[in-house]
């Protein structure tokens, strides 16, 4: 069965805009954390942002798309969204969505690889590049 479809991506002159889309199933729509991860060729997968899916919705980001980045997410369409303004160079990668359906710390933290283990459904991706 297929929790999470991506999509959004492309190719993208620098200073430039996407938004990624994830259509989650019924059954991952209920995790407690979601995600978008990304990877980079011959980079290991990093943590870009997440939301806590709870009441308050916190949100982190990785520091180098601070700013530029916004994760949100719509329960209507189980729909989570990852909207990128000033697009660089360096963000081109494989872009990927994920949800943690039982997190074992609090907060939703993305900064560590034992923190992206954490997450259990992922999605195949979608590619974007950003050109110079």
């Known amino acids: 069965q297929v929790h999470l479809v991506e999509s959004g991506g492309g190719s993208v002159q620098a200073g430039g805009s996407l938004r990624l889309s994830c259509t989650a199933s019924e059954y991952t729509w209920k995790a407690y954390c979601m995600g978008w991860f990304r990877q980079a060729p011959g980079k290991e997968r990093e943590g870009v942002a997440s939301i806590d899916a709870g009441f308050d919705r916190t949100t982190v980001y990785a520091d180098s798309v601070k700013g530029r980045f916004t994760i949100s997410k719509d329960n209507a369409t189980r729909t989570l969204y990852l909207q990128m303004n000033d697009l660089k160079p360096e963000d081109t990668g494989m872009y990927y969505c994920?949800?943690?359906?039982?997190?074992?710390?609090?907060?939703?933290?993305?900064?560590?690889?034992?923190?992206?283990?954490?997450?259990?459904?992922w999605g195949q991706g979608t590619q974007v590049t950003v050109l110079s």
């Open positions: 994920a949800t943690d359906t039982a997190p074992l710390t609090v907060g939703c933290p993305i900064a560590t690889s034992t923190d992206l283990d954490e997450y259990n459904y």
